[in-house]
């Protein structure tokens, strides 16, 4: 079975960065692909990054909100993926979440109904 674990969220300042890590156990890592997610109290899950596992060649794709200043990366000997947040900004409060999907199609990559696996998430506070 899947299992996710999300670390590195906690307390920055406007402009600041910090990096999240999602280690990623339970099956073939590189075959997964990997995504992640915010949401706040009453909102929707909202859709930050993902790559692509080896069927996809491993592309990245951003929101538009973040892109620019969110990179995403994986590791495939560390079963592990990434989120660099640079010029974090308060709007992007929230609790961060990882995905993983093996089966995901390249549309489906924004939508998280569609995504298998799910980690706890890890608390992002920007404070002003």
């Known amino acids: 079975q899947v299992q996710l674990v999300e670390s590195g969220g906690g307390s920055v300042p406007v402009g600041g960065s910090l990096r999240l890590s999602c280690k990623h156990s339970g099956g073939s890592f590189r075959s997964y692909h990997m995504g992640w997610f915010r949401q706040n109290p009453g909102n929707e899950r909202e859709f930050i990054a993902g790559i692509r596992g080896s069927s996809g060649g491993y592309s990245t794709h951003y929101a538009d909100s973040v892109k620019g200043r969110f990179t995403m990366t994986r590791d495939n000997a560390e079963n592990t993926v990434f989120l660099q947040m640079n010029s974090l900004k308060p709007e992007d409060t929230a609790v961060y979440y990882c995905?993983?999907?093996?089966?995901?199609?390249?549309?489906?990559?924004?939508?998280?109904?569609?995504?298998?696996?799910w980690g706890q998430g890890t608390q992002v506070t920007v404070s002003s």
């Open positions: 995905a993983a999907d093996r089966h995901l199609i390249l549309s489906s990559l924004r939508r998280p109904s569609d995504w298998d696996h």
